[in-house]
């Protein structure tokens, strides 16, 4: 196992060497900078120092050296958590992401609790109960979270809640409490915010993980070692719990890696909808306006928890089912 | 059958030192050379004392020799300990591998002896089958029970265990 693990932590590292200068040059590809919009602005308003101004700016922001010479400083900034400044408003990266980094994660983690739990209960079941009231209703609740697309149940949500029950959906929480410290009332009023996200953004992954839980314990299901154990008399539960479900939630495993991404990236289209404080709108944004730094910290976040999610997964594999795969080179 | 001296290739103990110092380099020249962030410093920490590991496991198997013999499975170096086939109590044959598509693998047996200590096996080294099929029919013999993957890789390899048949 240590021989697994070593050889896969030496892939992260060149991997996210090579993901950070491709994030950081590709924001950087498109003409202009994050000063131009500024300028444009500023121009607009008859400024006459608007180009000297801009020109302080590109100085302030490093904007006047070379992109490779720029890359090299933002990545040797990582190690002592500095980002460099955002174009935004003029303030470090680090401080930027942190307001929203907590709430982002609080609500993406809760969303993964939800798919796992809801999907897993639901799942089983349906598989468990084929074609029997309760899987045409968990089918037809998975067809219906896969088809829909996020951003447009939240904005069905949003107006259902405003119209019939006059509820403020909007946020992650009473408009008292922003910018204020953290108290009880405050952890009371986040909490009943994230419903709504919760179950928005947890929709589509619900609906996936039940069709493949389903798909995967029938398949276990149907083997002749289930059918043997239950001639022999075994316990139903037994049967089910000692080898098919065992086998049957691997991808629950392996979706860790797809999951953990999702902790920072923040749901971007349902968080702008939902006028969430998360990160999404803030990367989406920065994105728009070319402030690299802060969209490159954004991007590079995403990459490190999308290959430690992908490491965890692969290790939590290895160690449930270390069997060898027959013809694995074909598969794909 | 004779007693057989088995080593590690010269090859793959290059490649393990490689990846060792590689690790060490990349994980200690930041901690070495910059102001790090204490959370990134633990992290680094971290990755150095894993690479900083494997170096001293790859040392010890470079110093250590394997000797196959009817009787037992002796691994004299640093670490030396014996695994006798009569007396044996755990074997596990686990599969490995780094890509996606779990090609290209690489198998890691496990096998101790009632009081003695777990020898770990890579299947680089010489003669890995020869350990592997001695190990299934001492697990033949004494009645170790195998876990699924064990099986499976058994017969991966074209061995077969009598008497550990699936059971529920």
């Known amino acids: 196992m240590l021989h697994f693990i070593v050889r896969r932590v030496l892939l992260m590292i060149p991997t996210l060497f090579v993901i950070s200068a491709l994030v950081y040059f590709i924001i950087d590809l498109p003409p202009g900078d994050c000063v131009t919009s500024q300028i444009e602005e500023l121009l607009a308003r008859g400024d006459p120092d608007a180009h000297q101004r801009a020109e302080e700016l590109r100085q302030l922001y490093g904007l006047n050296l070379p992109l490779w010479q720029r890359y090299l400083e933002w990545v040797a900034g990582i190690f002592r958590w500095d980002f460099g400044l955002s174009c935004q408003d003029t303030v470090p990266v680090a401080d930027l992401i942190s307001e929203r980094m907590m709430l982002t994660i609080v609500m993406e983690t809760c969303t993964i609790i939800f798919i796992w739990v809801v999907s897993f209960v639901i799942g089983v079941y349906a598989a ?102 239950r001639a022999k008399g075994l316990p139903p539960m037994r049967l089910l719990v000692k080898y098919p479900l065992r086998h049957a939630i691997n991808p629950f495993v392996a979706d860790i890696g797809g999951l ?10 349902v968080s702008v909808v939902l006028s969430l404080p998360t990160t999404g709108p803030m990367l989406l944004s920065a994105l728009k306006t070319q402030d690299v730094n802060l969209a490159a910290t954004f991007l590079l976040f995403v990459a490190a928890l999308t290959v430690v999610g992908m490491l965890i997964s692969d290790l939590a594999l290895a160690a449930l089912d270390p069997r060898i795969r027959f013809g694995a080179g074909s598969e794909k | 059958m004779n007693s057989v001296d088995l080593r590690y290739p010269q090859q793959t103990l290059v490649a393990d030192y490689l990846r060792a110092a590689t690790g060490v380099v990349l994980c200690g020249a930041p901690l070495l050379l910059l102001d790090v ?87 680089s080294l010489e003669g890995f089958h020869d350990i592997v099929a001695r190990a299934a029919e001492a697990a033949e013999a004494t009645g ?25």
Do not use: C
């Open chain 2, 144 to 168: 170790v029970a195998l876990g699924d993957a064990t099986r499976a890789n058994l017969r991966s390899m074209g061995i077969v265990v009598a008497g550990q048949e699936e059971t529920v």
């Open chain 2, 37 to 123: 962030n204490r959370w990134l410093a633990a992290l680094l920490l971290a990755g150095f004392g894993l690479f900083a590991l494997f170096l001293l496991r790859t040392a010890l198997r470079h110093r250590t020799r394997f000797v196959l013999s009817p009787d037992s499975l002796r691994a004299e170096g640093p670490a030396g300990t014996v695994v006798e086939w009569n007396r044996l109590d755990r074997m596990k044959l686990s599969y490995f591998s780094t890509k996606r598509d779990r090609s290209d693998g690489w198998m890691q047996l496990g096998v101790g002896s009632t009081g003695g200590r777990l020898v770990k096996v890579d299947s």
């Open chain 1, 128 to 229: 468990t109960h084929q074609y029997r009231w309760g899987d045409y209703v968990a089918s037809f609740i998975g067809f219906i979270g896969l088809s829909i697309p996020n951003f447009l149940l939240a904005l069905v949500l949003l107006y259902v809640g405003k119209v019939y029950f006059g509820l403020s959906i909007g946020g992650l929480m009473d408009p008292e409490y922003i910018d204020q410290p953290l108290s009880w009332g405050k952890v009371v009023s986040v909490m009943q915010h994230l419903i709504i996200p919760v179950v928005v953004i947890g929709m589509s992954g619900t609906a996936g993980m039940i069709r493949r839980l389903r798909a995967n314990l029938l398949d276990e299901l149907q083997k002749q070692y289930v059918v043997t154990g």
């Open chain 1, 260 to 269: 953990l991404p999702d902790v920072i990236s923040g749901s971007v289209i």
